[in-house]
């Protein structure tokens, strides 16, 4: 017998709340890093940035966009999260509260909510306090596992910092005296956002998402190489100190950046070559940002200028109707 039925046709356990409970998983490393390493602040932190999300979240869905509340399908949780690992541990809760307004609010329910945001909402509240609050957003806390409560609190620059503001005919081996070790920068007893600190943390948290299939390869190895290819050209042919690749890799946001935030599914291209023209180009403007403009880090700036070409580039990379020369 014949069954005729609408779409869909094929049904699958995967649906938003699971893919965000891995997500939430392979962020739980570098919290528990974070936790470790800069103590209450870091909790109080992260657990503000969550309620805050949750709260803006049902309210905009209960009261202003008349819907039913989606924050049963964890991704205000998800954009809390990294919100948190955005900043910096002793930022006051009532910036968090902020930012948490602009990502929910403003960068995801005035475009309709779930699934129709243009810009990345974490990174969108990101900017917009990284913008208004410069001072807290770049004040560094001292990573020390001995004082969890933050009592003995000191700050410091961190290693973008420092490599932006070296003179340009200082040679590299002259910022090493200045620069934390490989070691401490892949584990992460370094100054920073939270998030973005411990590599092996991170690397941890790709490998589960790679595992559980919540994304594909291509955004976070495309993003990466791309950026790693530059430095290291001009590391050798211009002999650029800044540009020493190991050390650009594992400073800053970009791991945190490529591995959970270009990735995300509603402002990242939909297509195979749509991700690798979106992750080359989030890669020059990292590298770009990073070396010839006035901010240390180029990561968040780089992904929102990409993610506001993703309808063109999903447009140039939409799969023809097969057996027409039409897309």
């Known amino acids: 017998m014949l069954k005729v039925s609408t779409a869909p046709h094929i049904y699958s356990q995967t649906n938003t709340r699971t ?20 103590g209450l602040n870091a909790l109080v932190t992260i657990a503000t940035a969550v309620t805050g999300c ?22 205000a949780v998800v954009t809390g999260i990294l919100l948190a690992y ?17 990502a929910i609010i403003i960068a995801k329910a005035a475009f309709g909510g779930i699934g129709k945001n243009v810009f990345n909402p974490a990174l969108a509240g990101r900017v917009f306090l ?4 410069p001072v807290q957003m770049t004040t560094w806390i001292n990573p020390n596992w001995k004082d969890f409560l933050n009592v003995d609190v000191t700050t410091s620059a961190t290693t973008l910092g420092i490599l932006k503001h070296a003179e340009p005919e200082t040679s590299f081996f002259e910022l090493a005296d200045k620069l934390p070790s490989y070691t401490d920068m892949f584990v992460g007893n370094i100054g920073g956002s939270m998030g973005e600190i411990s590599a092996l943390a991170l690397l941890l948290g790709l ?15 495309y993003y990466i190489g791309t950026f790693a290819l530059l430095n290291t050209i001009f590391w050798f042919v211009a002999g650029k100190a800044t540009c020493e690749p190991l ?43 990073r070396q010839y403009g006035s901010y240390p880090e180029g990561v968040s700036f780089a992904i929102l200028i990409m993610n506001a070409f993703v309808p063109l580039i999903d447009k140039a990379f939409h799969p023809r109707i097969f057996g027409t020369g039409r897309k």
């Open 247 to 289: 050390t650009q890799l594992l400073s800053g946001g970009l791991f945190l950046g490529a591995f959970f935030m270009a990735t995300d599914y509603t402002t990242s291209p939909m297509s195979k070559n749509g991700k690798i023209v979106f992750a080359i180009g989030c890669g020059v403007l990292t590298f770009v940002i």
């Open 130 to 133: 990284f913008i208004s609050f």
């Open 207 to 221: 490998f589960w998402m790679l595992y559980r299939k919540v994304i594909s390869w291509h955004i976070p190895f």
């Open 54 to 75: 949750v709260f803006f979240e049902y309210a905009t869905c209960r009261y202003w966009l008349k819907t039913r509340p989606s924050t049963s399908d964890l991704s």
């Open 19 to 38: 893919i965000m409970r891995d997500v939430i998983i392979a962020l739980a490393p570098a919290g528990l890093v974070a936790i470790i390493l800069f």
């Open 86 to 102: 955005n900043l910096p541990c002793n930022m006051p809760i009532w910036m968090i509260l902020i930012g948490c307004f602009v």
